[in-house]
T-cell receptor, first 115, second 113 residues
């Protein structure tokens, strides 16, 4: 069965420092991976996706993610964190083998960036 | 902000009642997916509609049903509400099915008492 794991409930980073939010996945077949961000009392916003090609994917707001097939990971990164990046981050995998688009989400990681 | 809208914003219902939630998809999108997000959890896929037909369903009982209209807006209906149905219900639209990114609405907060 397809699944996503986000091993950290919370990540704390000082403003200006690099940040990493971890995600590992388990899928049969090709993985189609996504990152979304959720601000309080808001819906999810798309950040980036990996479908195929370059293992380093660049997305919105300066975020990027690195796909690592051997480690089955898709970690979200940003070189320099901002206080405004504080939010809930979800990793997701598409469960229909690329045909349906229904997403399986991890439980989320709360990112806290302190000034 | 995405062009996906949902109504109502908040809703309080009593156990056993029925509820209808509505979603307007982003212009140009023909696919709508519904998710349930319980407090402190990631969203869980309920079902997806593509061109007015159900195109996949998650592990939810039949009392969760839906519709998609010719303008690609959608409804989620829940019958015989249970306390565990209390959650944020998210609608997401996408250009097509498959690996196209989904654009989420702000959600409807349903409380069942």
């Amino acid at each position: 069965a397809q699944s996503v794991a986000q091993p950290e409930d919370q990540v704390n980073v000082a403003e200006g420092n690099p940040l990493t939010v971890k995600c590992t996945y388990s899928v049969s077949g090709n993985p189609y991976l996504f990152w979304y961000v959720q601000y309080p009392n808001r819906g999810l916003q798309f950040l980036l996706k990996y479908i195929t090609g370059d293992n380093l994917v660049k997305g919105s707001y300066g975020f990027e993610a690195e796909f690592n097939k051997s480690q089955t990971s898709f970690h979200l990164k940003k070189p320099s964190a901002l206080v405004s990046d504080s939010a809930l981050y979800f990793c997701a995998v598409e469960s229909g083998g690329g045909s349906q688009g229904n997403l399986i989400f991890g439980k989320g990681t709360k990112l806290s960036v302190k000034p | 902000e995405t062009g996906v809208t949902q109504s109502p914003t908040h809703l309080i219902k009593t156990r056993g009642q029925q509820v209808t939630l509505r979603c307007s998809s982003q212009s140009g999108h023909n696919t709508v997916s519904w998710y349930q997000q319980a407090l402190g959890q990631g969203p869980q896929f309920i079902f997806q509609y593509y061109r007015e037909e159900e195109n996949g369903r998650g592990n939810f009982p039949p009392r969760f049903s839906g519709l998609q209209f010719p303008n690609y807006s959608s409804e989620l209906n829940v019958n015989a509400l249970e306390l565990d149905d209390s959650a944020l219900y998210l609608c997401a639209s996408s250009q097509k099915t498959g690996t196209y990114e989904q654009y989420f609405g702000p959600g409807t907060r349903l409380t069942v008492t």
